[in-house]
């Protein structure tokens, strides 16, 4: 019985295993990280006015990510090996709940010291599954961020573009956790960024 404890007691790893993997990483969304950024930025474009000397604009966050057609390509790649890595760790995941098994099978026939180096053996590769899961964890979530930054770039670029061409003052975020809460529609200025987005995204793959 009390050996059978001590084996109950590795069972633990199930726990701790890469159920909520592509919620963690993907958590951190490229558009969350975008509604960060894009008020930071201190240029704008746009054709609107509101007074004689100032020209302002915002940006629909939800419909700038939605029509980048480049980052629907990143985030479909990044979901990919999300789905990968989940379908990795779940296949060392059970040889493991395997070897378990095995052990808990084996345990009533084993001398104290059989017993003792097994479950070691045991814990050792526990220890090992998850400091695999959390280094490609690791890996995906610094893809993330350097996908993020790639994207970020993108925008910065054509905001620095059609603040020339336009010559507009500033250019305000709007989405659900930003700080602009409201605007007149006649200020949007997403359609033609997102145009440009494209349109820069489409020279570049010829």
């Known amino acids: 019985m009390q050996q059978r404890t001590l084996i109950l007691s590795l069972l633990g790893i199930q726990s701790i295993l890469i159920v909520f993997l592509l919620y963690k990483v993907l958590g951190t969304s490229v558009q969350q990280n975008l509604d960060a950024e894009i008020p930071n930025v201190a240029v704008g ?6 007074s004689a000397e100032l020209r302002v604009a915002y940006i629909n966050n939800d419909t700038l990510i939605a029509g980048y057609d480049y980052q629907k390509e990143l985030r479909e790649s990044l979901e990919n090996q999300a ?6 760790l779940q296949k060392r995941t059970k040889i493991f709940e395997e070897n378990y098994t095995l ?3 084996e345990a009533p026939n084993m001398s104290p ?7 070691a053996d045991l814990m050792q590769r526990q220890q090992e599954l998850v400091q695999y899961r959390d280094a490609r964890a ?3 979530a610094q893809e993330e961020a350097r996908l993020t930054n790639e994207l970020l770039d993108d925008l910065n670029a054509v ?3 059609l603040k020339k ?3 507009i003052d500033f250019i305000f975020s709007l989405s659900p956790t930003s700080s ?8 949007d200025m997403t359609e033609l960024v997102v145009r440009r987005l494209n349109d820069n995204y489409a020279a570049r793959k010829e």
């Open 83 to 88: 789905r990968l890595l989940d379908a990795d």
């Open 159 to 161: 905001l620095k573009e």
């Open 113 to 119: 010291e059989e017993l003792q180096y097994a479950q």
């Open 180 to 187: 602009l809460l409201m605007a007149n529609e006649q200020f």
């Open 165 to 167: 061409e336009q010559g």
């Open 45 to 50: 474009e746009g054709d609107t006015t509101t």
């Open 138 to 140: 690791q890996e995906l």
């Open 103 to 105: 052990l808990e099978q």
